[in-house]
């Protein structure tokens, strides 16, 4: 499987960005997908994931309120809408595929499959 995030780039304390993850490789609806960041220095965090149905999504509380993952199944596609940006949003960001079909997954550990990452800077 391949992992393709797209539409990092810089922005203004406040403003919004959207992210795309495209997935190359099959049964991409059987699998929950994840965002995880990491900024300068720091570990790769968890930010929020979405079930393979779209039936529920996840976030870390940092982002909650301000961050919405989707996705579009018929595209392969994997979205994160980020809103009222903050520079501590400030990371590379990446997008993964949980280890199997059909789990909830809300650890890096649940998954092994991961994009190249996209860098979002947000400036005070």
């Known amino acids: 499987v391949q992992l393709q995030a797209s539409g990092g780039g810089l922005v203004q304390a406040g403003g919004s960005l959207r992210l795309a993850c495209s997935v190359r490789?099959?049964?991409?609806?059987?699998?929950?997908m994840g965002w995880f960041r990491q900024a300068p220095g720091k570990e790769r965090e968890f930010v929020g994931s979405?079930?393979?149905?779209?039936?529920?999504?996840y976030y870390v509380t940092a982002v909650k309120g301000r961050f919405t993952i989707s996705r579009d199944n018929a595209k392969n596609t994997l979205y994160l809408q980020m809103d009222s940006l903050k520079p501590a949003d400030t990371a590379v960001y990446y997008c993964?595929?949980?280890?199997?079909?059909?789990?909830?997954?809300?650890?890096?550990?649940?998954?092994?499959?991961w994009g190249q990452g996209t860098l979002v800077t947000v400036s005070s």
């Open positions: 979405i079930k393979w149905d779209s039936a529920d999504t």
């Open positions: 993964a595929r949980a280890r199997t079909p059909n789990m909830i997954a809300t650890d890096i550990a649940d998954f092994a499959s």
């Open positions: 490789g099959r049964a991409f609806s059987e699998y929950t």
